[in-house]
């Protein structure tokens, strides 16, 4: 690798002596050798799931939507081929097998003809699809769903002064990249089930408990014949399918071992056959039961819904624990076996590639995204610390078995065990970006704050990028917008617009900046306009949310939901009694517009060392000719240093989104929260903003997240952590996640000072209640190789949002992303 003299993270080390051939996996061959069948295969969409869902909603015209979605899921229980790949323990796919991902005609029917020949040549996340699917969902798939997608609902519904500043008006397949709606690109936000239900009831009994609701209704009542009715017709009928499709698997299972001349493989097969006729129709009774029941629940939930960041695992090692406990205690299992079941998962989870059809869900959801959330530690419904020997075997296999599923994620709080937090700093040392952190003491206090119980609040999960669930509690789905402040600042500087759209007035005119003679005329312009962009964001959620239950429906959720199950009302409904709204908007850029406003405020109307149209005319001509101005601006205050002057711009952009949205969100209905996440949006954002004051160049990538702009963060990551904690405003309960990425030099962490040096860190982090923290640990130089030999680096993974994907990967454009991050040495 060229770096000999450079000390290398575990996973370099690992990445040298799988070029020269000395590289050993760990003793459980079975999960690497599945791995390996499909490792670098470019994913195939499978076009089943579209085939049958589309066949049973051209059946089901007219009847309640949720009963339709029931029978489209019984329709593709029946009839959607089972596989059982080679050496498999869990069963059950979502589609073909090798990599693969599924299309969601109801959402994205409007884009499957253009999907069908731009995929295959995408930059971000190609998929392969065969030429005579191409034909199938040209002829009957796509024709069906022309003008009955909740994308072109929405574009229809949205007044022109919001339309402009989401999709280009002349073609509404485009995105404007200003305030961008998400809730197109997925039926649902992150969700979160309740396992614990499916494996301690099973289906059978869910499924006879809606039939003595529904014999109880009184059918001479509308409400109950014309609304409970239907959905518990829609209860039953998917507790029956995920029934049906299990016990084909069983069938297929015993009619393999019949052939099988492997003795070994052969009982497997039998094991198999027994597992899927008896979960989840029935409660788990072992720890492999229960692995398989909940497996069968999560992959069905793939075949209802596009549920934003896939349908996350809730706390494991919480509802897995009994089970675990009691095999090893009857020698029914042993720490090997059970680290074996659950690889066996991972690698399952790491076929089915999450697919963004829309163009602009793709750009903003790079290397094949994927949130499967394994929730780890923290506390218990009683505030008492819930870590137990299946929290540790979950990070064992998370060193030993080294690919980028499932996205595990670490709850902490200020008593989480020293062991915790030592196995926590040991796998972050791997380098592969897992676990990511998520602070207790920050997200319980704002759960209970909106409506939950303290015994709710202490057993959230994690789910998607950085965000949480409260199971049975949490019923807000509908995905929300992306706010470009960047633009909004670009158009404090072209009165309300932008140069990539020219002379178009998209926003309100702010007056002309040359004309402003001091700070606070620039500032309170910017606040207009940021404002202004929060005020359309808002409208068009206000819209989303009316239109989708008349699109969506979701029975499976509904059905493993009290809160639904209580009310009679499909997930996707508008309100459900008992419920906790909890939505979000996401700031974009926020990072570069602080450092952008500190050097305007500073060089501009303080030191007056250039005046606003010098600044202007530099900008719009990208700093050519002009380094010695640009070299200026990069040495103004900067967020991310534990820098008072920066620091207090960023709490007062924060503060004014917090005020805005605690004075309007009580107008939608819904907790809209501040929330600083845009996975991999900050690169298309930043394609339409052209250079910033901060020194960065027109078109560059914006900063991610909470995280301080490229190279901005020179003293160190506690300073980082200090700017996060600094730039809050705790008066607000309308907060929500922020993304933090910090990069570490692998030599600044080795041995067991360097675990110590990153525990100390995540106590400091968890101490100044700072919601989200994650890590890459790699060298630059590694990075840089594998951009010159991309196939001698295929395994190298890194940290990109909230979600680990393989280097290679990554656009050229998130490549440098991540190169440009910082690289602290603690």
């Known amino acids: 690798m060229g770096l000999s003299t450079t000390v290398l993270s575990p996973q370099e080390q690992r990445l040298t002596e799988e070029l020269t051939g000395k590289y050993k996996a760990c003793e459980r061959p079975r999960p690497y050798n599945i791995f390996n069948s499909f490792k670098g295969e470019r994913p195939q969409i499978d076009i089943e799931r579209a085939k049958y869902f589309t066949e049973s909603f051209k059946l089901t015209e007219g009847q309640p939507l949720s009963l339709r979605w029931a029978k489209a899921l019984r329709h593709i229980a029946e009839n959607i081929t089972v596989y059982i790949d080679d050496q498999q323990l869990l069963v059950g796919r979502a589609g073909c097998q090798g990599r693969y991902g599924v299309i969601y005609p109801e959402l994205d029917g409007c884009f499957l003809e253009q999907m069908a020949e731009e995929l295959p040549k995408r930059i971000e996340s190609p998929f392969y699809i065969a030429a005579d699917d191409i034909a199938y969902i040209k002829q009957e798939i796509a024709p069906y769903w022309k003008g009955k997608t909740f994308y072109e609902d929405l574009a229809k519904s949205l007044p022109e ?91 297929l299972a015993a009619e393999l071992a019949v052939n099988e001349t492997d003795v070994k493989r052969k009982r497997e097969l039998q094991e198999i056959a027994r597992i899927c006729d008896w979960v989840p129709e029935n409660p788990a009774r072992t720890f492999y039961e229960a692995a398989q029941a909940q497996w069968f629940t999560q992959m069905f939930s793939r075949l209802e819904q596009k549920t934003g960041a896939t349908i996350s695992n809730g706390r494991m090692d919480q509802y897995l624990y009994p089970f675990y406990k009691a095999d090893l205690q009857a020698g029914r299992v042993d720490q090997e076996k059970a680290k074996e079941l659950l690889e066996c998962m991972w690698v399952g989870m790491a076929q089915y590639i999450d697919l963004y059809v829309s163009p602009a869900g793709a750009c903003f959801n790079e290397a094949y995204a994927h949130w499967e959330a394994v929730t780890i530690g923290g ?279 917090l005020q805005f949205t605690h004075k309007y969100s009580k107008t939608i209905g819904v907790s809209l929260d501040v929330r600083y996440v845009p996975v991999t949006s900050h690169v298309p954002f930043g394609k339409v903003v052209g250079a910033t004051a901060n020194g960065r160049n027109a078109g560059a990538a914006l900063s991610d997240g909470s995280s301080a702009s490229h190279g901005a963060d020179v003293k160190g990551p506690t300073a980082v952590l200090m700017s996060n904690a600094n730039s809050k405003n705790m008066g607000f309960q309308e907060r929500a996640s922020r993304l933090l990425n910090i990069k570490l030099s692998p030599s600044c962490v080795q041995g067991e000072a360097g675990t110590r040096k990153i525990t100390s ?42 979600y680990s994907a393989y280097f290679i990967d990554l656009s050229p454009d998130l490549q440098n992303d991540v190169i440009a991050r910082t690289e602290h040495s603690l």
Not at 163 to 184: C, G, M, Q
Not at 766 to 781: G, M, R, S, V
Request: with cysteine; hydrophobic share 40%.
């Open 161 to 251: 002064d919001v339309l402009k500043l989401t999709y280009d008006p002349v073609n509404v397949s485009k995105s404007r990249f200003i305030v961008n709606e998400t809730a197109t690109m997925r039926s649902a936000l992150q969700w979160v089930h309740d396992f614990e239900k499916v494996l301690k009831k099973g289906f059978k009994a869910i499924k006879q408990e809606a039939q003595s609701q529904l014999e109880a209704l009184d059918l001479f009542d509308p409400k109950d014949a014309l609304e409970k009715a239907p959905f518990l017709e829609a209860i039953i009928l998917v507790s029956e399918a995920i029934v049906v499709w299990a016990k084909r698997h069983a069938r």
């Open 379 to 657: 506390l218990d419904e009683n505030g008492e610390d819930a870590t137990n020997e299946l929290t540790y075997l979950l990070l064992e296999s998370k060193r030993e078995f080294p690919i980028n599923y499932p996205d595990l994620a670490a709850r902490v709080h200020a008593r989480s065990p020293e062991r915790y937090l030592y196995e926590i700093a040991e796998t972050i040392k791997e380098g592969s970006g897992f676990p990511k952190l998520i602070n207790d003491e920050e997200v319980i206090p704002l759960l209970v704050a909106k409506g939950a119980s303290f015994k709710e609040a202490n057993t959230y999960a994690v789910s998607g990028c950085t965000e949480v669930r409260m199971p049975n509690r949490d019923t807000y789905t509908s995905p929300c917008a992306y706010v470009n402040i960047a633009a909004a600042l670009e158009m404090v500087l072209y009165n309300g617009r932008m140069k990539i759209y020219h002379d178009e007035l998209l926003t309100i005119e702010t007056g002309n900046p040359r004309s402003f003679a001091t700070w606070e005329e620039f500032w309170q312009a910017y606040i207009g306009q940021q404002t202004y962009l929060l005020k359309q964001a808002f409208k068009q959620q206000y819209i989303a949310n009316s239109l989708r239950e008349k699109h969506f429906a979701a029975p499976l959720g509904s059905v493993l939901h009290e809160q639904c199950l209580k009310d009679y009302k499909d997930l996707h409904s508008a309100s459900i009694a008992g419920g906790i709204d909890l939505g979000y908007f996401d700031i974009i850029g926020y990072a570069t517009v602080v450092d952008s406003l500190a050097a305007i405020k500073k060089f501009v109307y303080e030191e007056k060392q250039i005046t606003i149209a010098e600044l202007i005319a530099v900008l719009a001509n990208d700093f050519q000719g002009d380094e010695a101005i640009r070299q200026l601006l990069l040495h103004a205050p900067r967020y991310g240093n534990n820098d008072p002057y920066a620091d207090s711009i960023a709490k007062n952009i924060d503060l004014a989104a």
């Open 761 to 802: 860190l995540i106590r400091s982090w968890c101490d100044l209640k700072l919601w989200h923290l994650q890590f890459n640990i790699i060298n630059k130089e590694t990075l840089l190789a594998a951009q010159k030999e991309p196939d001698k680096y295929r395994n190298l993974l890194v940290r990109v949002a909230g």
